[in-house]
């Protein structure tokens, strides 16, 4: 078993930043890849950034257009997404979720593991 907690939501006007941070802890995370995904009311879940344990592969959601940047600690077992020029359509509820594959993957079927979410709101 893994287990995800995020952290880092908030409130936050456009053109703001916030960081996530997803503490992973439980079974050896070598061979995973971890990814953040997001879900507005209404809408599927979105893959956001993704990025592979083993050697750093990142992927990103073609909506991110660099603004966003993903990025983990293995000795903290934590990845981190540094969201930067935040606009009012980012507000999402905001999850991490651990494949059990070294291949970052969009799809949320993919995902074996996920945390409970952190809301992120941007104000206009």
């Known amino acids: 078993q893994v287990q995800l907690v995020e952290s880092g939501g908030g409130l936050v006007q456009a053109g703001g930043s916030l960081r996530l941070s997803c503490a992973a802890s439980?079974?050896?995370?070598?061979?995973?890849?971890e990814g953040w995904f997001r879900q507005a009311p209404g809408k599927e879940r979105e893959f956001v950034a993704g990025?592979?344990?083993?050697?750093?592969?990142?992927l990103y959601g073609d909506f991110v257009k660099g603004r966003f940047t993903i990025s983990r600690d293995n000795a903290k077992n934590t990845v981190y997404l540094q969201m930067n020029s935040l606009k009012p359509e980012d507000t999402a509820v905001y999850y991490c979720?651990?494949?059990?594959?070294?291949?970052?993957?969009?799809?949320?079927?993919?995902?074996?593991?996920w945390g409970q979410g952190t809301q992120v709101t941007v104000s206009s």
């Open positions: 979720a651990v494949r059990r594959s070294t291949v970052v993957g969009r799809g949320p079927g993919e995902y074996s593991y």
């Open positions: 439980g079974r050896a995370f070598a061979t995973n890849t």
């Open positions: 990025i592979s344990w083993v050697g750093g592969k990142t």
